[in-house]
């Protein structure tokens, strides 16, 4: 159910070689690099964790810049779970839709408490 996971970083080089040492050890390599995060996973199909700069341009706090990202199978599943998340009462935090041009789709909200989530899919994105 849970795709990956996030921390906020105010130094990415460092967080780098940290997590590559630390999730390394269990088996886990980079799978995306970028600019602002890397994610860490063992597959294509497991769970994996990621360091990022906070997108709000704010300082990474406990809690600034982590979120809970939900895996799903396909686009129209995004777009009914971030609609379904703001008809309860989450704020939106960036619409469903395509992120870059790696076939990265996903919806991002803060639930009740501010708490941020996203549900995302590894595929094409709707024509």
Known sequence: MIGYQTVGT??????????????????????????DFILWSTGPDTPGFCAHVPENGKTATIGNGSMTAFY????????????????????????????????????FCRDLDGNKLNFFCMAEPKA
């Open 10 to 35: 105010n130094k990415l080089d460092e967080a780098a070689v940290f997590y590559d040492t630390l999730l390394g050890e269990l088996g886990a390599k980079r799978t995306m690099d970028e600019s």
């Open 72 to 107: 799903v199978a396909t686009p129209d599943m995004v777009d009914k779970m971030y609609a379904l998340a703001i008809k309860l009462g989450a704020q939106d935090e960036g619409p469903a839709g395509p992120r870059g041009d790696g076939g990265f789709y996903a919806g």
